[in-house]
């Protein structure tokens, strides 16, 4: 398990606190969280989150992905990120590499809730990692398509960075929980109970399928360990 630093989109809830504290000063909290622990917990984040809104990016976002982008480079921990819509992919990379980072740093998230092969295989053809991460959200997008476009970019040569997961939400309250009633399959452990026999009977071979859950992951993480400055 490993815990993570970072915000979420503005629309998504933006402390006053965040919006106000210079920049540097977000660095040093993302980078203390990281090297020292969260609070008092002794819990270290070994990943920096990032968030942008539907089709654009905002002010107050574009501040918090550039503290994060330079807290994962002074700290060598990855980054992964949310979109909403799969929009602002490509500006997320942009920010990244701003920032003197790899794009093989960057996990671009919740891209698999568009079915647009030709967007997939944009971000991968730069370097980046394509989150195919909400499997079992149905009511983004079926698996059926989920499935399709992961052998897709499979087919199309990108099987090493592509990164899957089901995206989902342990505990929910209040009106959000009534999601989990709607889509009974989005549950932790929904990819290795159904999605990978899907991914066999698609005609993903156990190579295949041992790259996506096993070696992509830990390269990711590599990546970051070895890239501390600049783009190399």
Same mark, same amino acid.
């Given at each position: 398990?490993?815990?993570?630093?970072?915000?979420?989109?503005?629309?998504g809830?933006?402390?006053?606190? /965040?919006?106000?504290?210079?920049l540097?000063q +977000?660095?040093? +909290?993302y980078?203390?969280?990281?090297?020292?622990?969260?609070?008092?917990?002794?819990?270290?984040a070994?990943?920096v989150?990032?968030?942008?809104?539907?089709?654009?990016? !905002?002010?107050?976002e574009?501040?918090?992905i550039t503290a994060?982008?330079?807290?994962?480079?002074?700290?060598r921990?990855? #980054?992964? *990120?949310?979109?909403e819509?799969?929009?602002?992919? @490509?500006? $997320?990379?942009?920010l990244v590499?701003?920032?003197?980072?790899?794009?093989?740093?960057?996990?671009v998230? @919740?891209?698999?809730d568009?079915?647009? @092969?030709?967007?997939? *295989?944009? #971000?991968?053809?730069?370097?980046?990692?394509?989150?195919l991460?909400?499997f079992? /959200?149905? +009511?983004?997008? *079926?698996d059926t398509?989920?499935?399709?476009?992961?052998? $897709?970019?499979?087919?199309?040569?990108f099987?090493?960075q592509i990164?899957? !997961?089901?995206?989902?939400c342990t505990?929910?309250?209040?009106p959000?929980?009534r999601i989990?009633?709607?889509m009974?399959?989005?549950?932790v452990?929904h990819?290795?109970?159904?999605?990978i026999?899907q991914l066999?009977?698609?005609?993903?071979t $156990?190579?295949d399928?041992?790259?996506?859950?096993?070696?992509?992951?830990?390269?990711? /993480?590599?990546?970051?360990?070895s $890239?501390?400055?600049?783009?190399?």
């Amino acid at each position: 398990m490993v815990c993570a630093t970072g915000i979420y989109t503005e629309t998504g809830g933006a402390p006053e606190l /965040f919006r106000d504290t210079p920049l540097e000063q +977000l660095v040093d +909290l993302y980078v203390q969280e990281i090297e020292d622990g969260i609070g008092d917990t002794g819990i270290r984040a070994g990943v920096v989150k990032i968030a942008t809104g539907l089709n654009e990016i !905002s002010p107050y976002e574009r501040k918090m992905i550039t503290a994060g982008a330079r807290a994962a480079r002074a700290t060598r921990v990855p #980054i992964i *990120s949310h979109t909403e819509g799969a929009t602002c992919g @490509h500006e $997320q990379v942009d920010l990244v590499i701003k920032e003197g980072l790899s794009p093989a740093r960057l996990l671009v998230g @919740h891209l698999g809730d568009r079915d647009d @092969h030709d967007l997939h *295989s944009a #971000i991968a053809r730069r370097g980046a990692y394509v989150g195919l991460d909400r499997f079992g /959200f149905a +009511l983004e997008l *079926s698996d059926t398509l989920r499935v399709k476009n992961l052998v $897709q970019l499979v087919r199309a040569g990108f099987r090493d960075q592509i990164l899957i !997961s089901a995206d989902s939400c342990t505990c929910l309250l209040g009106p959000a929980a009534r999601i989990k009633e709607q889509m009974p399959e989005w549950e932790v452990s929904h990819v290795f109970k159904r999605v990978i026999p899907q991914l066999r009977s698609a005609g993903l071979t $156990q190579e295949d399928i041992d790259a996506i859950v096993a070696a992509n992951p830990r390269r990711f /993480f590599a990546n970051a360990l070895s $890239q501390r400055d600049g783009n190399t």
